[in-house]
C-alpha cells in the first residue's frame, strides 16, 4: 500500500505528496496531459519536441541543468502518444530549487529563436537516426497507419513526418505550450523525505500565482470498429524479413486490458513463452519473436513483431502465427501458465513500488488517469482475471478482420545492425 496526500491549487494544478522518512531524497514529478495523440494532424511531433524545448531555457533561468547539478540533482524526460513527463530527484534540502526550476518553465519558455533552431536540430537528427536510417526504424510509422483510419494513434510519437518539425515556427510552439502547459492540464508529484505542510507552502510559493489558461477539452476522432483485415508488403535494406501483426485491444481503464496484458505475458515475454518455444525453439521459423501491448489510454494496439530465418516465408510465418493463436483461442491456458503470467506481473508492481522515481512517476499516472488511488488496486485487477475471461479476450482481440499485417522484406543491400521496436 503506497500511502499519500494530494491537494489542488487555485489554478487546477494537482498536488500528490508521498512521504518516506526512510530516504534523503526526494522526487519530484510532473506529468502533463499531452502527448502526440493531442496534435494536429498537420503540425506533429511537437509534444515530443517540447520534451527537448523544456530544457532550452525558462523566462528567468537561461540554463536548467546547471543549478539543478549545483544542487545534487538530476533530471530527465520521456513523452509518449498519451503523455509528457518530467523528473528530478535531488536531496530533500535542496526540493526548493526543483520548485523554482519547474515552477519557472511552467510560466513560460525563453521561446527564442536560437533554442528553436537548437532543439529543432536535435530532434530532426534523432529522426534520422532512429526512424530514417536505422534499420527496421520505420515500421511502426507503416504498423500505426496500417492499423489506424481515424485517430491520433496513426503517428508515431516522434511525429508523422520530419516536415512538421523542420517547418515549426516559433508561433507554432508558443500556441501548443499555453495550450497544453498549464497547471490545470499537469499533475505535480513529490516522494521522499518532504512533508505534506512544506510541500502545500512551497506549491503555494512557486506554483499558486501561474495563471490557469483556457481549460483544454479532449475531442478526438474515435477509432471505427476494423470490419477487415489490413495488409501491407514494404520493402528495405535490412538483413532479415521482419513480420509485425497487430490487433485492436480496449483502453487503459477497460477490464479486458488486463488480461490482454496477461496475454502478451503468456505468448511472447520471455524465453518461456508459446511464441518463442514453438516458433524459435522448436520450428526455428523465428531467431526472436516478442508480443507486447503499446499500453495506450485510448484503446491500442497488441503487437507479435519478429525477425525470420534465413529461408522461411513470410506467409509461413505468419501462418505459423495464426495457428498459435488459434490454440490459444480454442485450449485456453492452464492454470499453471495464468499464475505464472499474474506472478510476472505482481513481481514487476512490486519491484517499481520499491524505486522512489517509479512511485512518483506512478502516483501522476494513476491521478491522471482519475485517481492516484488505482495505484493500490492494479495487482486486484490482474489477479481477478480468470482464464474463462482470458480466453474470451482472446477470441476477441485476434479476430482476422481486427488484425493488421506489415511484411517488412529484405531487399538486395544488406543493414549493419539489427535493432527492434518503435
Not at 20 to 35: E, I, Q, S
Not at 251 to 275: C, K, Q, V
Not at 319 to 332: F, N, P, R, S, Y
Amino acid at each position: 500500500m503506497i500511502h499519500y496526500q494530494k491537494f489542488t491549487l487555485a489554478n487546477g494544478l494537482r498536488v500528490i505528496v508521498h512521504e518516506d522518512k526512510n530516504t534523503p531524497m526526494v522526487a519530484f514529478n510532473v506529468l502533463y496531459n499531452v502527448g502526440a495523440r493531442d496534435e494536429d494532424a498537420d503540425h506533429t511531433g511537437f509534444a515530443h519536441l517540447f520534451e527537448h524545448l523544456m530544457f532550452g531555457g525558462s523566462e528567468n533561468i537561461p540554463v536548467y541543468d546547471a543549478p539543478l547539478q549545483m544542487a545534487g540533482g538530476e533530471n530527465n524526460a520521456y513523452t509518449t502518444n498519451d503523455i509528457t513527463n518530467y523528473y528530478i530527484q535531488l536531496p530533500a534540502e535542496n526540493i526548493e530549487t526543483a520548485f523554482w526550476l519547474e515552477s519557472d518553465r511552467m510560466k513560460g519558455l525563453a521561446f527564442s529563436p536560437k533554442s528553436l533552431e537548437v532543439q529543432r536540430k536535435v530532434v530532426c537528427e534523432e529522426f534520422k537516426e532512429h526512424y530514417i536510417n536505422k534499420p527496421y526504424g520505420d515500421a511502426w510509422k507503416h504498423l500505426r497507419k496500417l492499423a489506424y483510419q481515424q485517430h491520433p494513434y496513426q503517428w508515431m510519437t516522434i511525429g508523422k513526418e520530419l516536415k512538421h518539425i523542420e517547418d515549426a515556427t516559433l508561433e507554432d510552439v508558443k500556441s501548443f505550450f499555453y495550450k497544453h502547459y498549464r497547471p490545470q492540464e499537469a499533475v505535480l508529484c513529490i516522494a521522499g523525505n518532504i512533508s505534506v505542510e512544506k510541500v502545500k507552502a512551497l506549491a503555494e510559493e512557486w506554483f499558486g500565482d501561474i495563471p490557469m489558461g483556457t481549460p483544454y477539452n479532449r475531442n478526438l476522432p474515435k477509432e471505427p470498429v476494423q470490419t477487415e483485415p489490413h495488409y501491407e508488403t514494404v520493402e528495405a535494406d535490412v538483413p532479415l524479413d521482419a513480420l509485425y501483426k497487430a490487433w485492436h485491444i480496449q483502453g487503459r481503464l477497460h477490464p479486458d486490458y488486463y488480461a490482454a496484458d496477461l496475454i502478451t505475458e503468456i505468448m511472447g515475454n520471455g524465453l518461456a513463452s508459446r511464441l518463442h518455444q514453438r516458433l524459435v525453439k522448436e520450428q526455428k521459423l523465428f531467431s526472436h519473436i516478442h508480443c507486447y501491448h503499446t499500453g495506450s489510454l485510448d484503446p491500442g494496439l497488441l503487437v507479435i513483431e519478429g525477425k525470420l530465418v534465413i529461408g522461411c516465408s513470410l506467409e509461413d510465418a505468419d501462418a505459423a502465427i495464426e495457428k498459435e493463436l488459434e490454440a490459444l483461442m480454442t485450449d485456453g491456458v492452464s492454470d499453471i501458465e495464468l499464475e505464472k503470467a499474474k506472478n510476472k506481473i505482481e513481481s514487476m508492481i512490486v519491484f517499481e513500488d520499491m524505486n522512489l522515481l517509479s512511485r512518483a512517476n506512478n502516483l501522476a499516472f494513476y491521478e491522471l488517469l482519475g485517481d492516484a488511488a488505482l495505484m493500490n488496486t492494479e495487482w486486484e485487477r490482474y489477479n481477478a482475471v480468470t482464464a474463462a475471461q482470458l480466453t474470451a479476450v482472446a477470441k476477441d482481440v485476434f479476430k482476422k478482420e481486427n488484425s493488421s499485417t506489415l511484411f517488412y522484406k529484405k531487399s538486395g543491400k544488406v543493414a549493419v545492425a539489427i535493432e527492434d521496436d518503435e
